[in-house]
C-alpha cells in the first residue's frame, strides 16, 4: 500500500460518498462509482453512504466490500420499507427521517466525497458546504467531477464568489478532481482549519 494512502486512511478512516441511486445514469458515472468504491475498499476505508442498493449508490458500496473495505449505510425508515436498503453490509442503520440520516452520516465521517447525482445528491453537497462555512465541521470536501459533470455547479460557486455571495477561502475549502484515483491525494492537502463564521459575509 502507497504510503499517501496509509495517512490518508489515519486521518480519514471513514469516508462519506455522496452520490445517484439512478439506476439509468450512463455507464461513465457507474465505472467511476464502482472505480471509486475499490479504491476505497483496496485502501482498508469505511465507506459511509446512504445505504441503498441501487444506482451508483449501491455500485460503490459493493465494490468497497468487494474490494476488502467495510460499509456504514445510513437509510430513513421510509426509503428502506421500498426495500431498496443493500442487505449485506458491515452496517445498516434505519432512521426515523432524512434529518436524522443525514446528520448521523456527518457524525460518522472524517472526510466527504461528491460523485455525480441528481437533486439529492446537489442538496447533500450545499448542506455539508454550509455547514462547514457555519463552523459546524472542518472535514474535507471534494468533488469529483466526472465526464465534467459537476462544472456547470463549480462555475457557478465562482459566480458567488465574484458577486461577494461567497467568501473564495469559504470556496476554497471544496477540492475539485476530475478522476476517482485523484481523491486519496487530494484529501491529503485539502484544507481543514476552520472559519471564523462571524466573519463569514466580510
Not at 17 to 45: F, T, W
Not at 173 to 200: F, G, H, S
Request: charged share 25%; net charge negative; hydrophobic share 40%.
Amino acid at each position: 500500500m502507497p504510503h499517501a494512502d496509509i495517512e490518508t486512511k489515519t486521518k480519514f478512516q471513514n469516508i462519506c460518498v455522496y452520490c445517484g441511486s439512478s439506476g439509468r445514469a450512463p455507464d461513465v458515472y457507474k465505472d467511476a462509482a464502482v472505480l471509486m468504491g475499490k479504491i476505497l475498499g483496496e485502501a482498508g476505508h469505511t465507506l459511509v453512504y446512504g445505504g441503498g442498493s441501487v444506482g451508483l449508490m449501491g455500485l460503490v458500496a459493493n465494490s468497497t466490500l468487494s474490494n476488502g473495505g467495510t460499509a456504514i449505510g445510513i437509510i430513513p425508515r421510509h426509503i428502506e420499507a421500498r426495500e431498496i436498503g443493500h442487505p449485506d453490509l458491515t452496517e445498516l442503520h434505519v432512521v426515523d427521517s432524512m434529518h436524522v440520516r443525514k446528520q448521523m452520516m456527518v457524525d460518522r465521517s472524517d472526510a466527504f466525497i461528491i460523485l455525480p447525482g441528481g437533486i439529492g445528491t446537489m442538496d447533500e453537497f450545499f448542506e455539508i458546504m454550509t455547514w462547514r462555512q457555519l463552523g459546524l465541521h472542518d472535514k474535507p470536501i471534494v468533488i469529483v467531477n466526472v465526464n465534467g459533470y459537476w462544472t456547470t455547479i463549480i462555475e457557478t460557486l465562482e459566480v458567488m464568489v465574484r458577486e461577494k455571495f461567497l467568501r473564495q477561502e469559504d470556496r476554497d475549502t471544496v477540492m475539485v478532481v476530475e478522476r476517482p484515483e485523484d481523491v486519496l491525494e487530494a484529501l491529503q492537502i485539502a484544507p481543514r482549519e476552520m472559519l471564523d463564521p462571524k466573519t463569514k459575509w466580510i
